[in-house]
Nanobody
Framework: EVQLVESGGGLVQPGGSLTLSCAAS????????MTWVRQAPGKALEWVSA????????YYAESIQGRFTISRDNDKNTAYLRINSLKTDDTGVYYC????????WGTGTLVTVSS
């Protein structure tokens, strides 16, 4: 059974940093790209970032360029999203999904940016 479990969210002050993790099981992580998507309260899903199977290629939404870093450790079956200089607009649920096609999703981790 394919499972994706996000963690690392929480309450952070503006300007702070977080690293989100996505633990994968039930499939060979190294065979797939991974994607992060977020959803702010009351807003549509927003594609954030993606990484190819070995981490050599990364992709980011223009709105978060320079503040987010996607990475992966295939040996640990985990993908990551590092978020720096957090803004209140970054508040939302962050999901990881398998592959660029996003055929499987986790249940998300909540990030709240507030002073």
């Amino acid at each position: 059974e394919v499972q994706l479990v996000e963690s690392g969210g929480g309450l952070v002050q503006p300007g702070g940093s977080l690293t989100l993790s996505c633990a994968a099981s039930g499939f060979a992580l190294e065979e797939y790209a991974m994607t992060w998507v977020r959803q702010a309260p009351g807003k549509a899903l927003e594609w954030v970032s993606a990484i190819n199977w070995n981490g050599d290629s990364t992709y980011y939404a223009e709105s978060i360029q320079g503040r987010f870093t996607i990475s992966r450790d295939n040996d640990k079956n985990t993908a990551y999203l590092r978020i720096n200089s957090l803004k209140t607009d970054d508040t939302g649920v962050y999901y990881c999904a398998r592959d660029r096609s996003m055929d499987y999703w986790g249940t998300g981790t909540l990030v709240t940016v507030s002073s």
